[in-house]
T-cell receptor, first 113, second 117 residues
Framework: SQQGEEDPQALSIQEGENATMNCSYK?????LQWYRQNSGRGLVHLIL???NEREKHSGRLRVTLDTSKKSSSLLITASRAADTASYFC?????????????WGLGTSLAVNP | SAVISQKPSRDICQRGTSLTIQCQVD?????MFWYRQQPGQSLTLIAT?????????ESGFVIDKFPISRPNLTFSTLTVSNLSPEDSSIYLC??????????????FGPGTRLTVT
């Protein structure tokens, strides 16, 4: 079942602007991950943040995690037209050796040149 | 990391027929996942394919409709049987790869876009 909910569902910005996407989840997690999908193709892993971390950076990406609010945000700075894609959050639970991820509904980002 | 290929990349099938999708990984992995992604939707896990044992299906998915084979540690197939237009989706395979701190990230194949007419 889907436990993650991203908002907004769709986001349209101009090149150079920052894009912020949010993700909420319901149960305790081991880590939260963000993935990107271009035009219905395979997903690409972007960044993983563990439950004991609050913020993580990777290039133009910044992810925050607030376990008290069960929420995360993905910030893409200085966006480019090539960032146009769907972005999904996914959570991994603390249950043993569970390698499954629980997926959010996704945010569709359009960056206009 | 892992490099994953899928065949076919897309297909158009008539209702009542079946489509078998192949997933090939460039390294040995114990676990592979099969997902369905309906148009404009998120990913829904169909089943987990483990080498040497029966696949484990998620609620709402049954072996008769989605038989899975896992003959070795680098290959799996998913068959979508008795196709109906509602089966039109993207089908994705993925493998979990362990990273530092015992967390798992998933690596995806490029997907198979199925259209049922």
């Amino acid at each position: 079942s889907q436990q993650g909910e991203e908002d907004p569902q769709a986001l349209s910005i101009q090149e150079g602007e920052n894009a912020t996407m949010n993700c909420s989840y319901k149960t305790s997690i081991n880590n939260l991950q963000w993935y990107r999908q271009n035009s219905g193709r395979g997903l690409v892993h972007l960044i993983l943040i563990r439950s004991n971390e609050r913020e993580k950076h990777s290039g133009r990406l910044r992810v925050t995690l607030d376990t008290s609010k069960k929420s995360s945000s993905l910030l893409i700075t200085a966006s480019r037209a090539a960032d146009t894609a769907s972005y999904f959050c996914a959570t991994s639970t603390n249950a043993g050796n569970n390698r499954k991820l629980i997926w959010g509904l996704g945010t569709s980002l359009a960056v206009n040149p | 990391s892992a490099v994953i290929s899928q065949k076919p990349s897309r297909d158009i099938c008539q209702r009542g027929t079946s489509l078998t999708i192949q997933c090939q990984v460039d390294s040995q992995v114990t676990m592979m996942f099969w997902y369905r992604q309906q148009p404009g939707q998120s990913l829904t896990l169909i089943a987990t394919a483990n080498q040497g044992s029966e696949a484990t299906y998620e609620s709402g998915f049954v072996i008769d409709k989605f038989p899975i084979s896992r003959p070795n540690l680098t290959f799996s197939t998913l068959t979508v049987s008795n196709l109906s237009p509602e089966d039109s989706s993207i089908y994705l395979c993925s493998v979990p790869i362990q990273r530092r701190g015992f967390s798992y990230e998933q690596y995806f194949g490029p997907g198979t876009r199925l259209t049922v007419t």
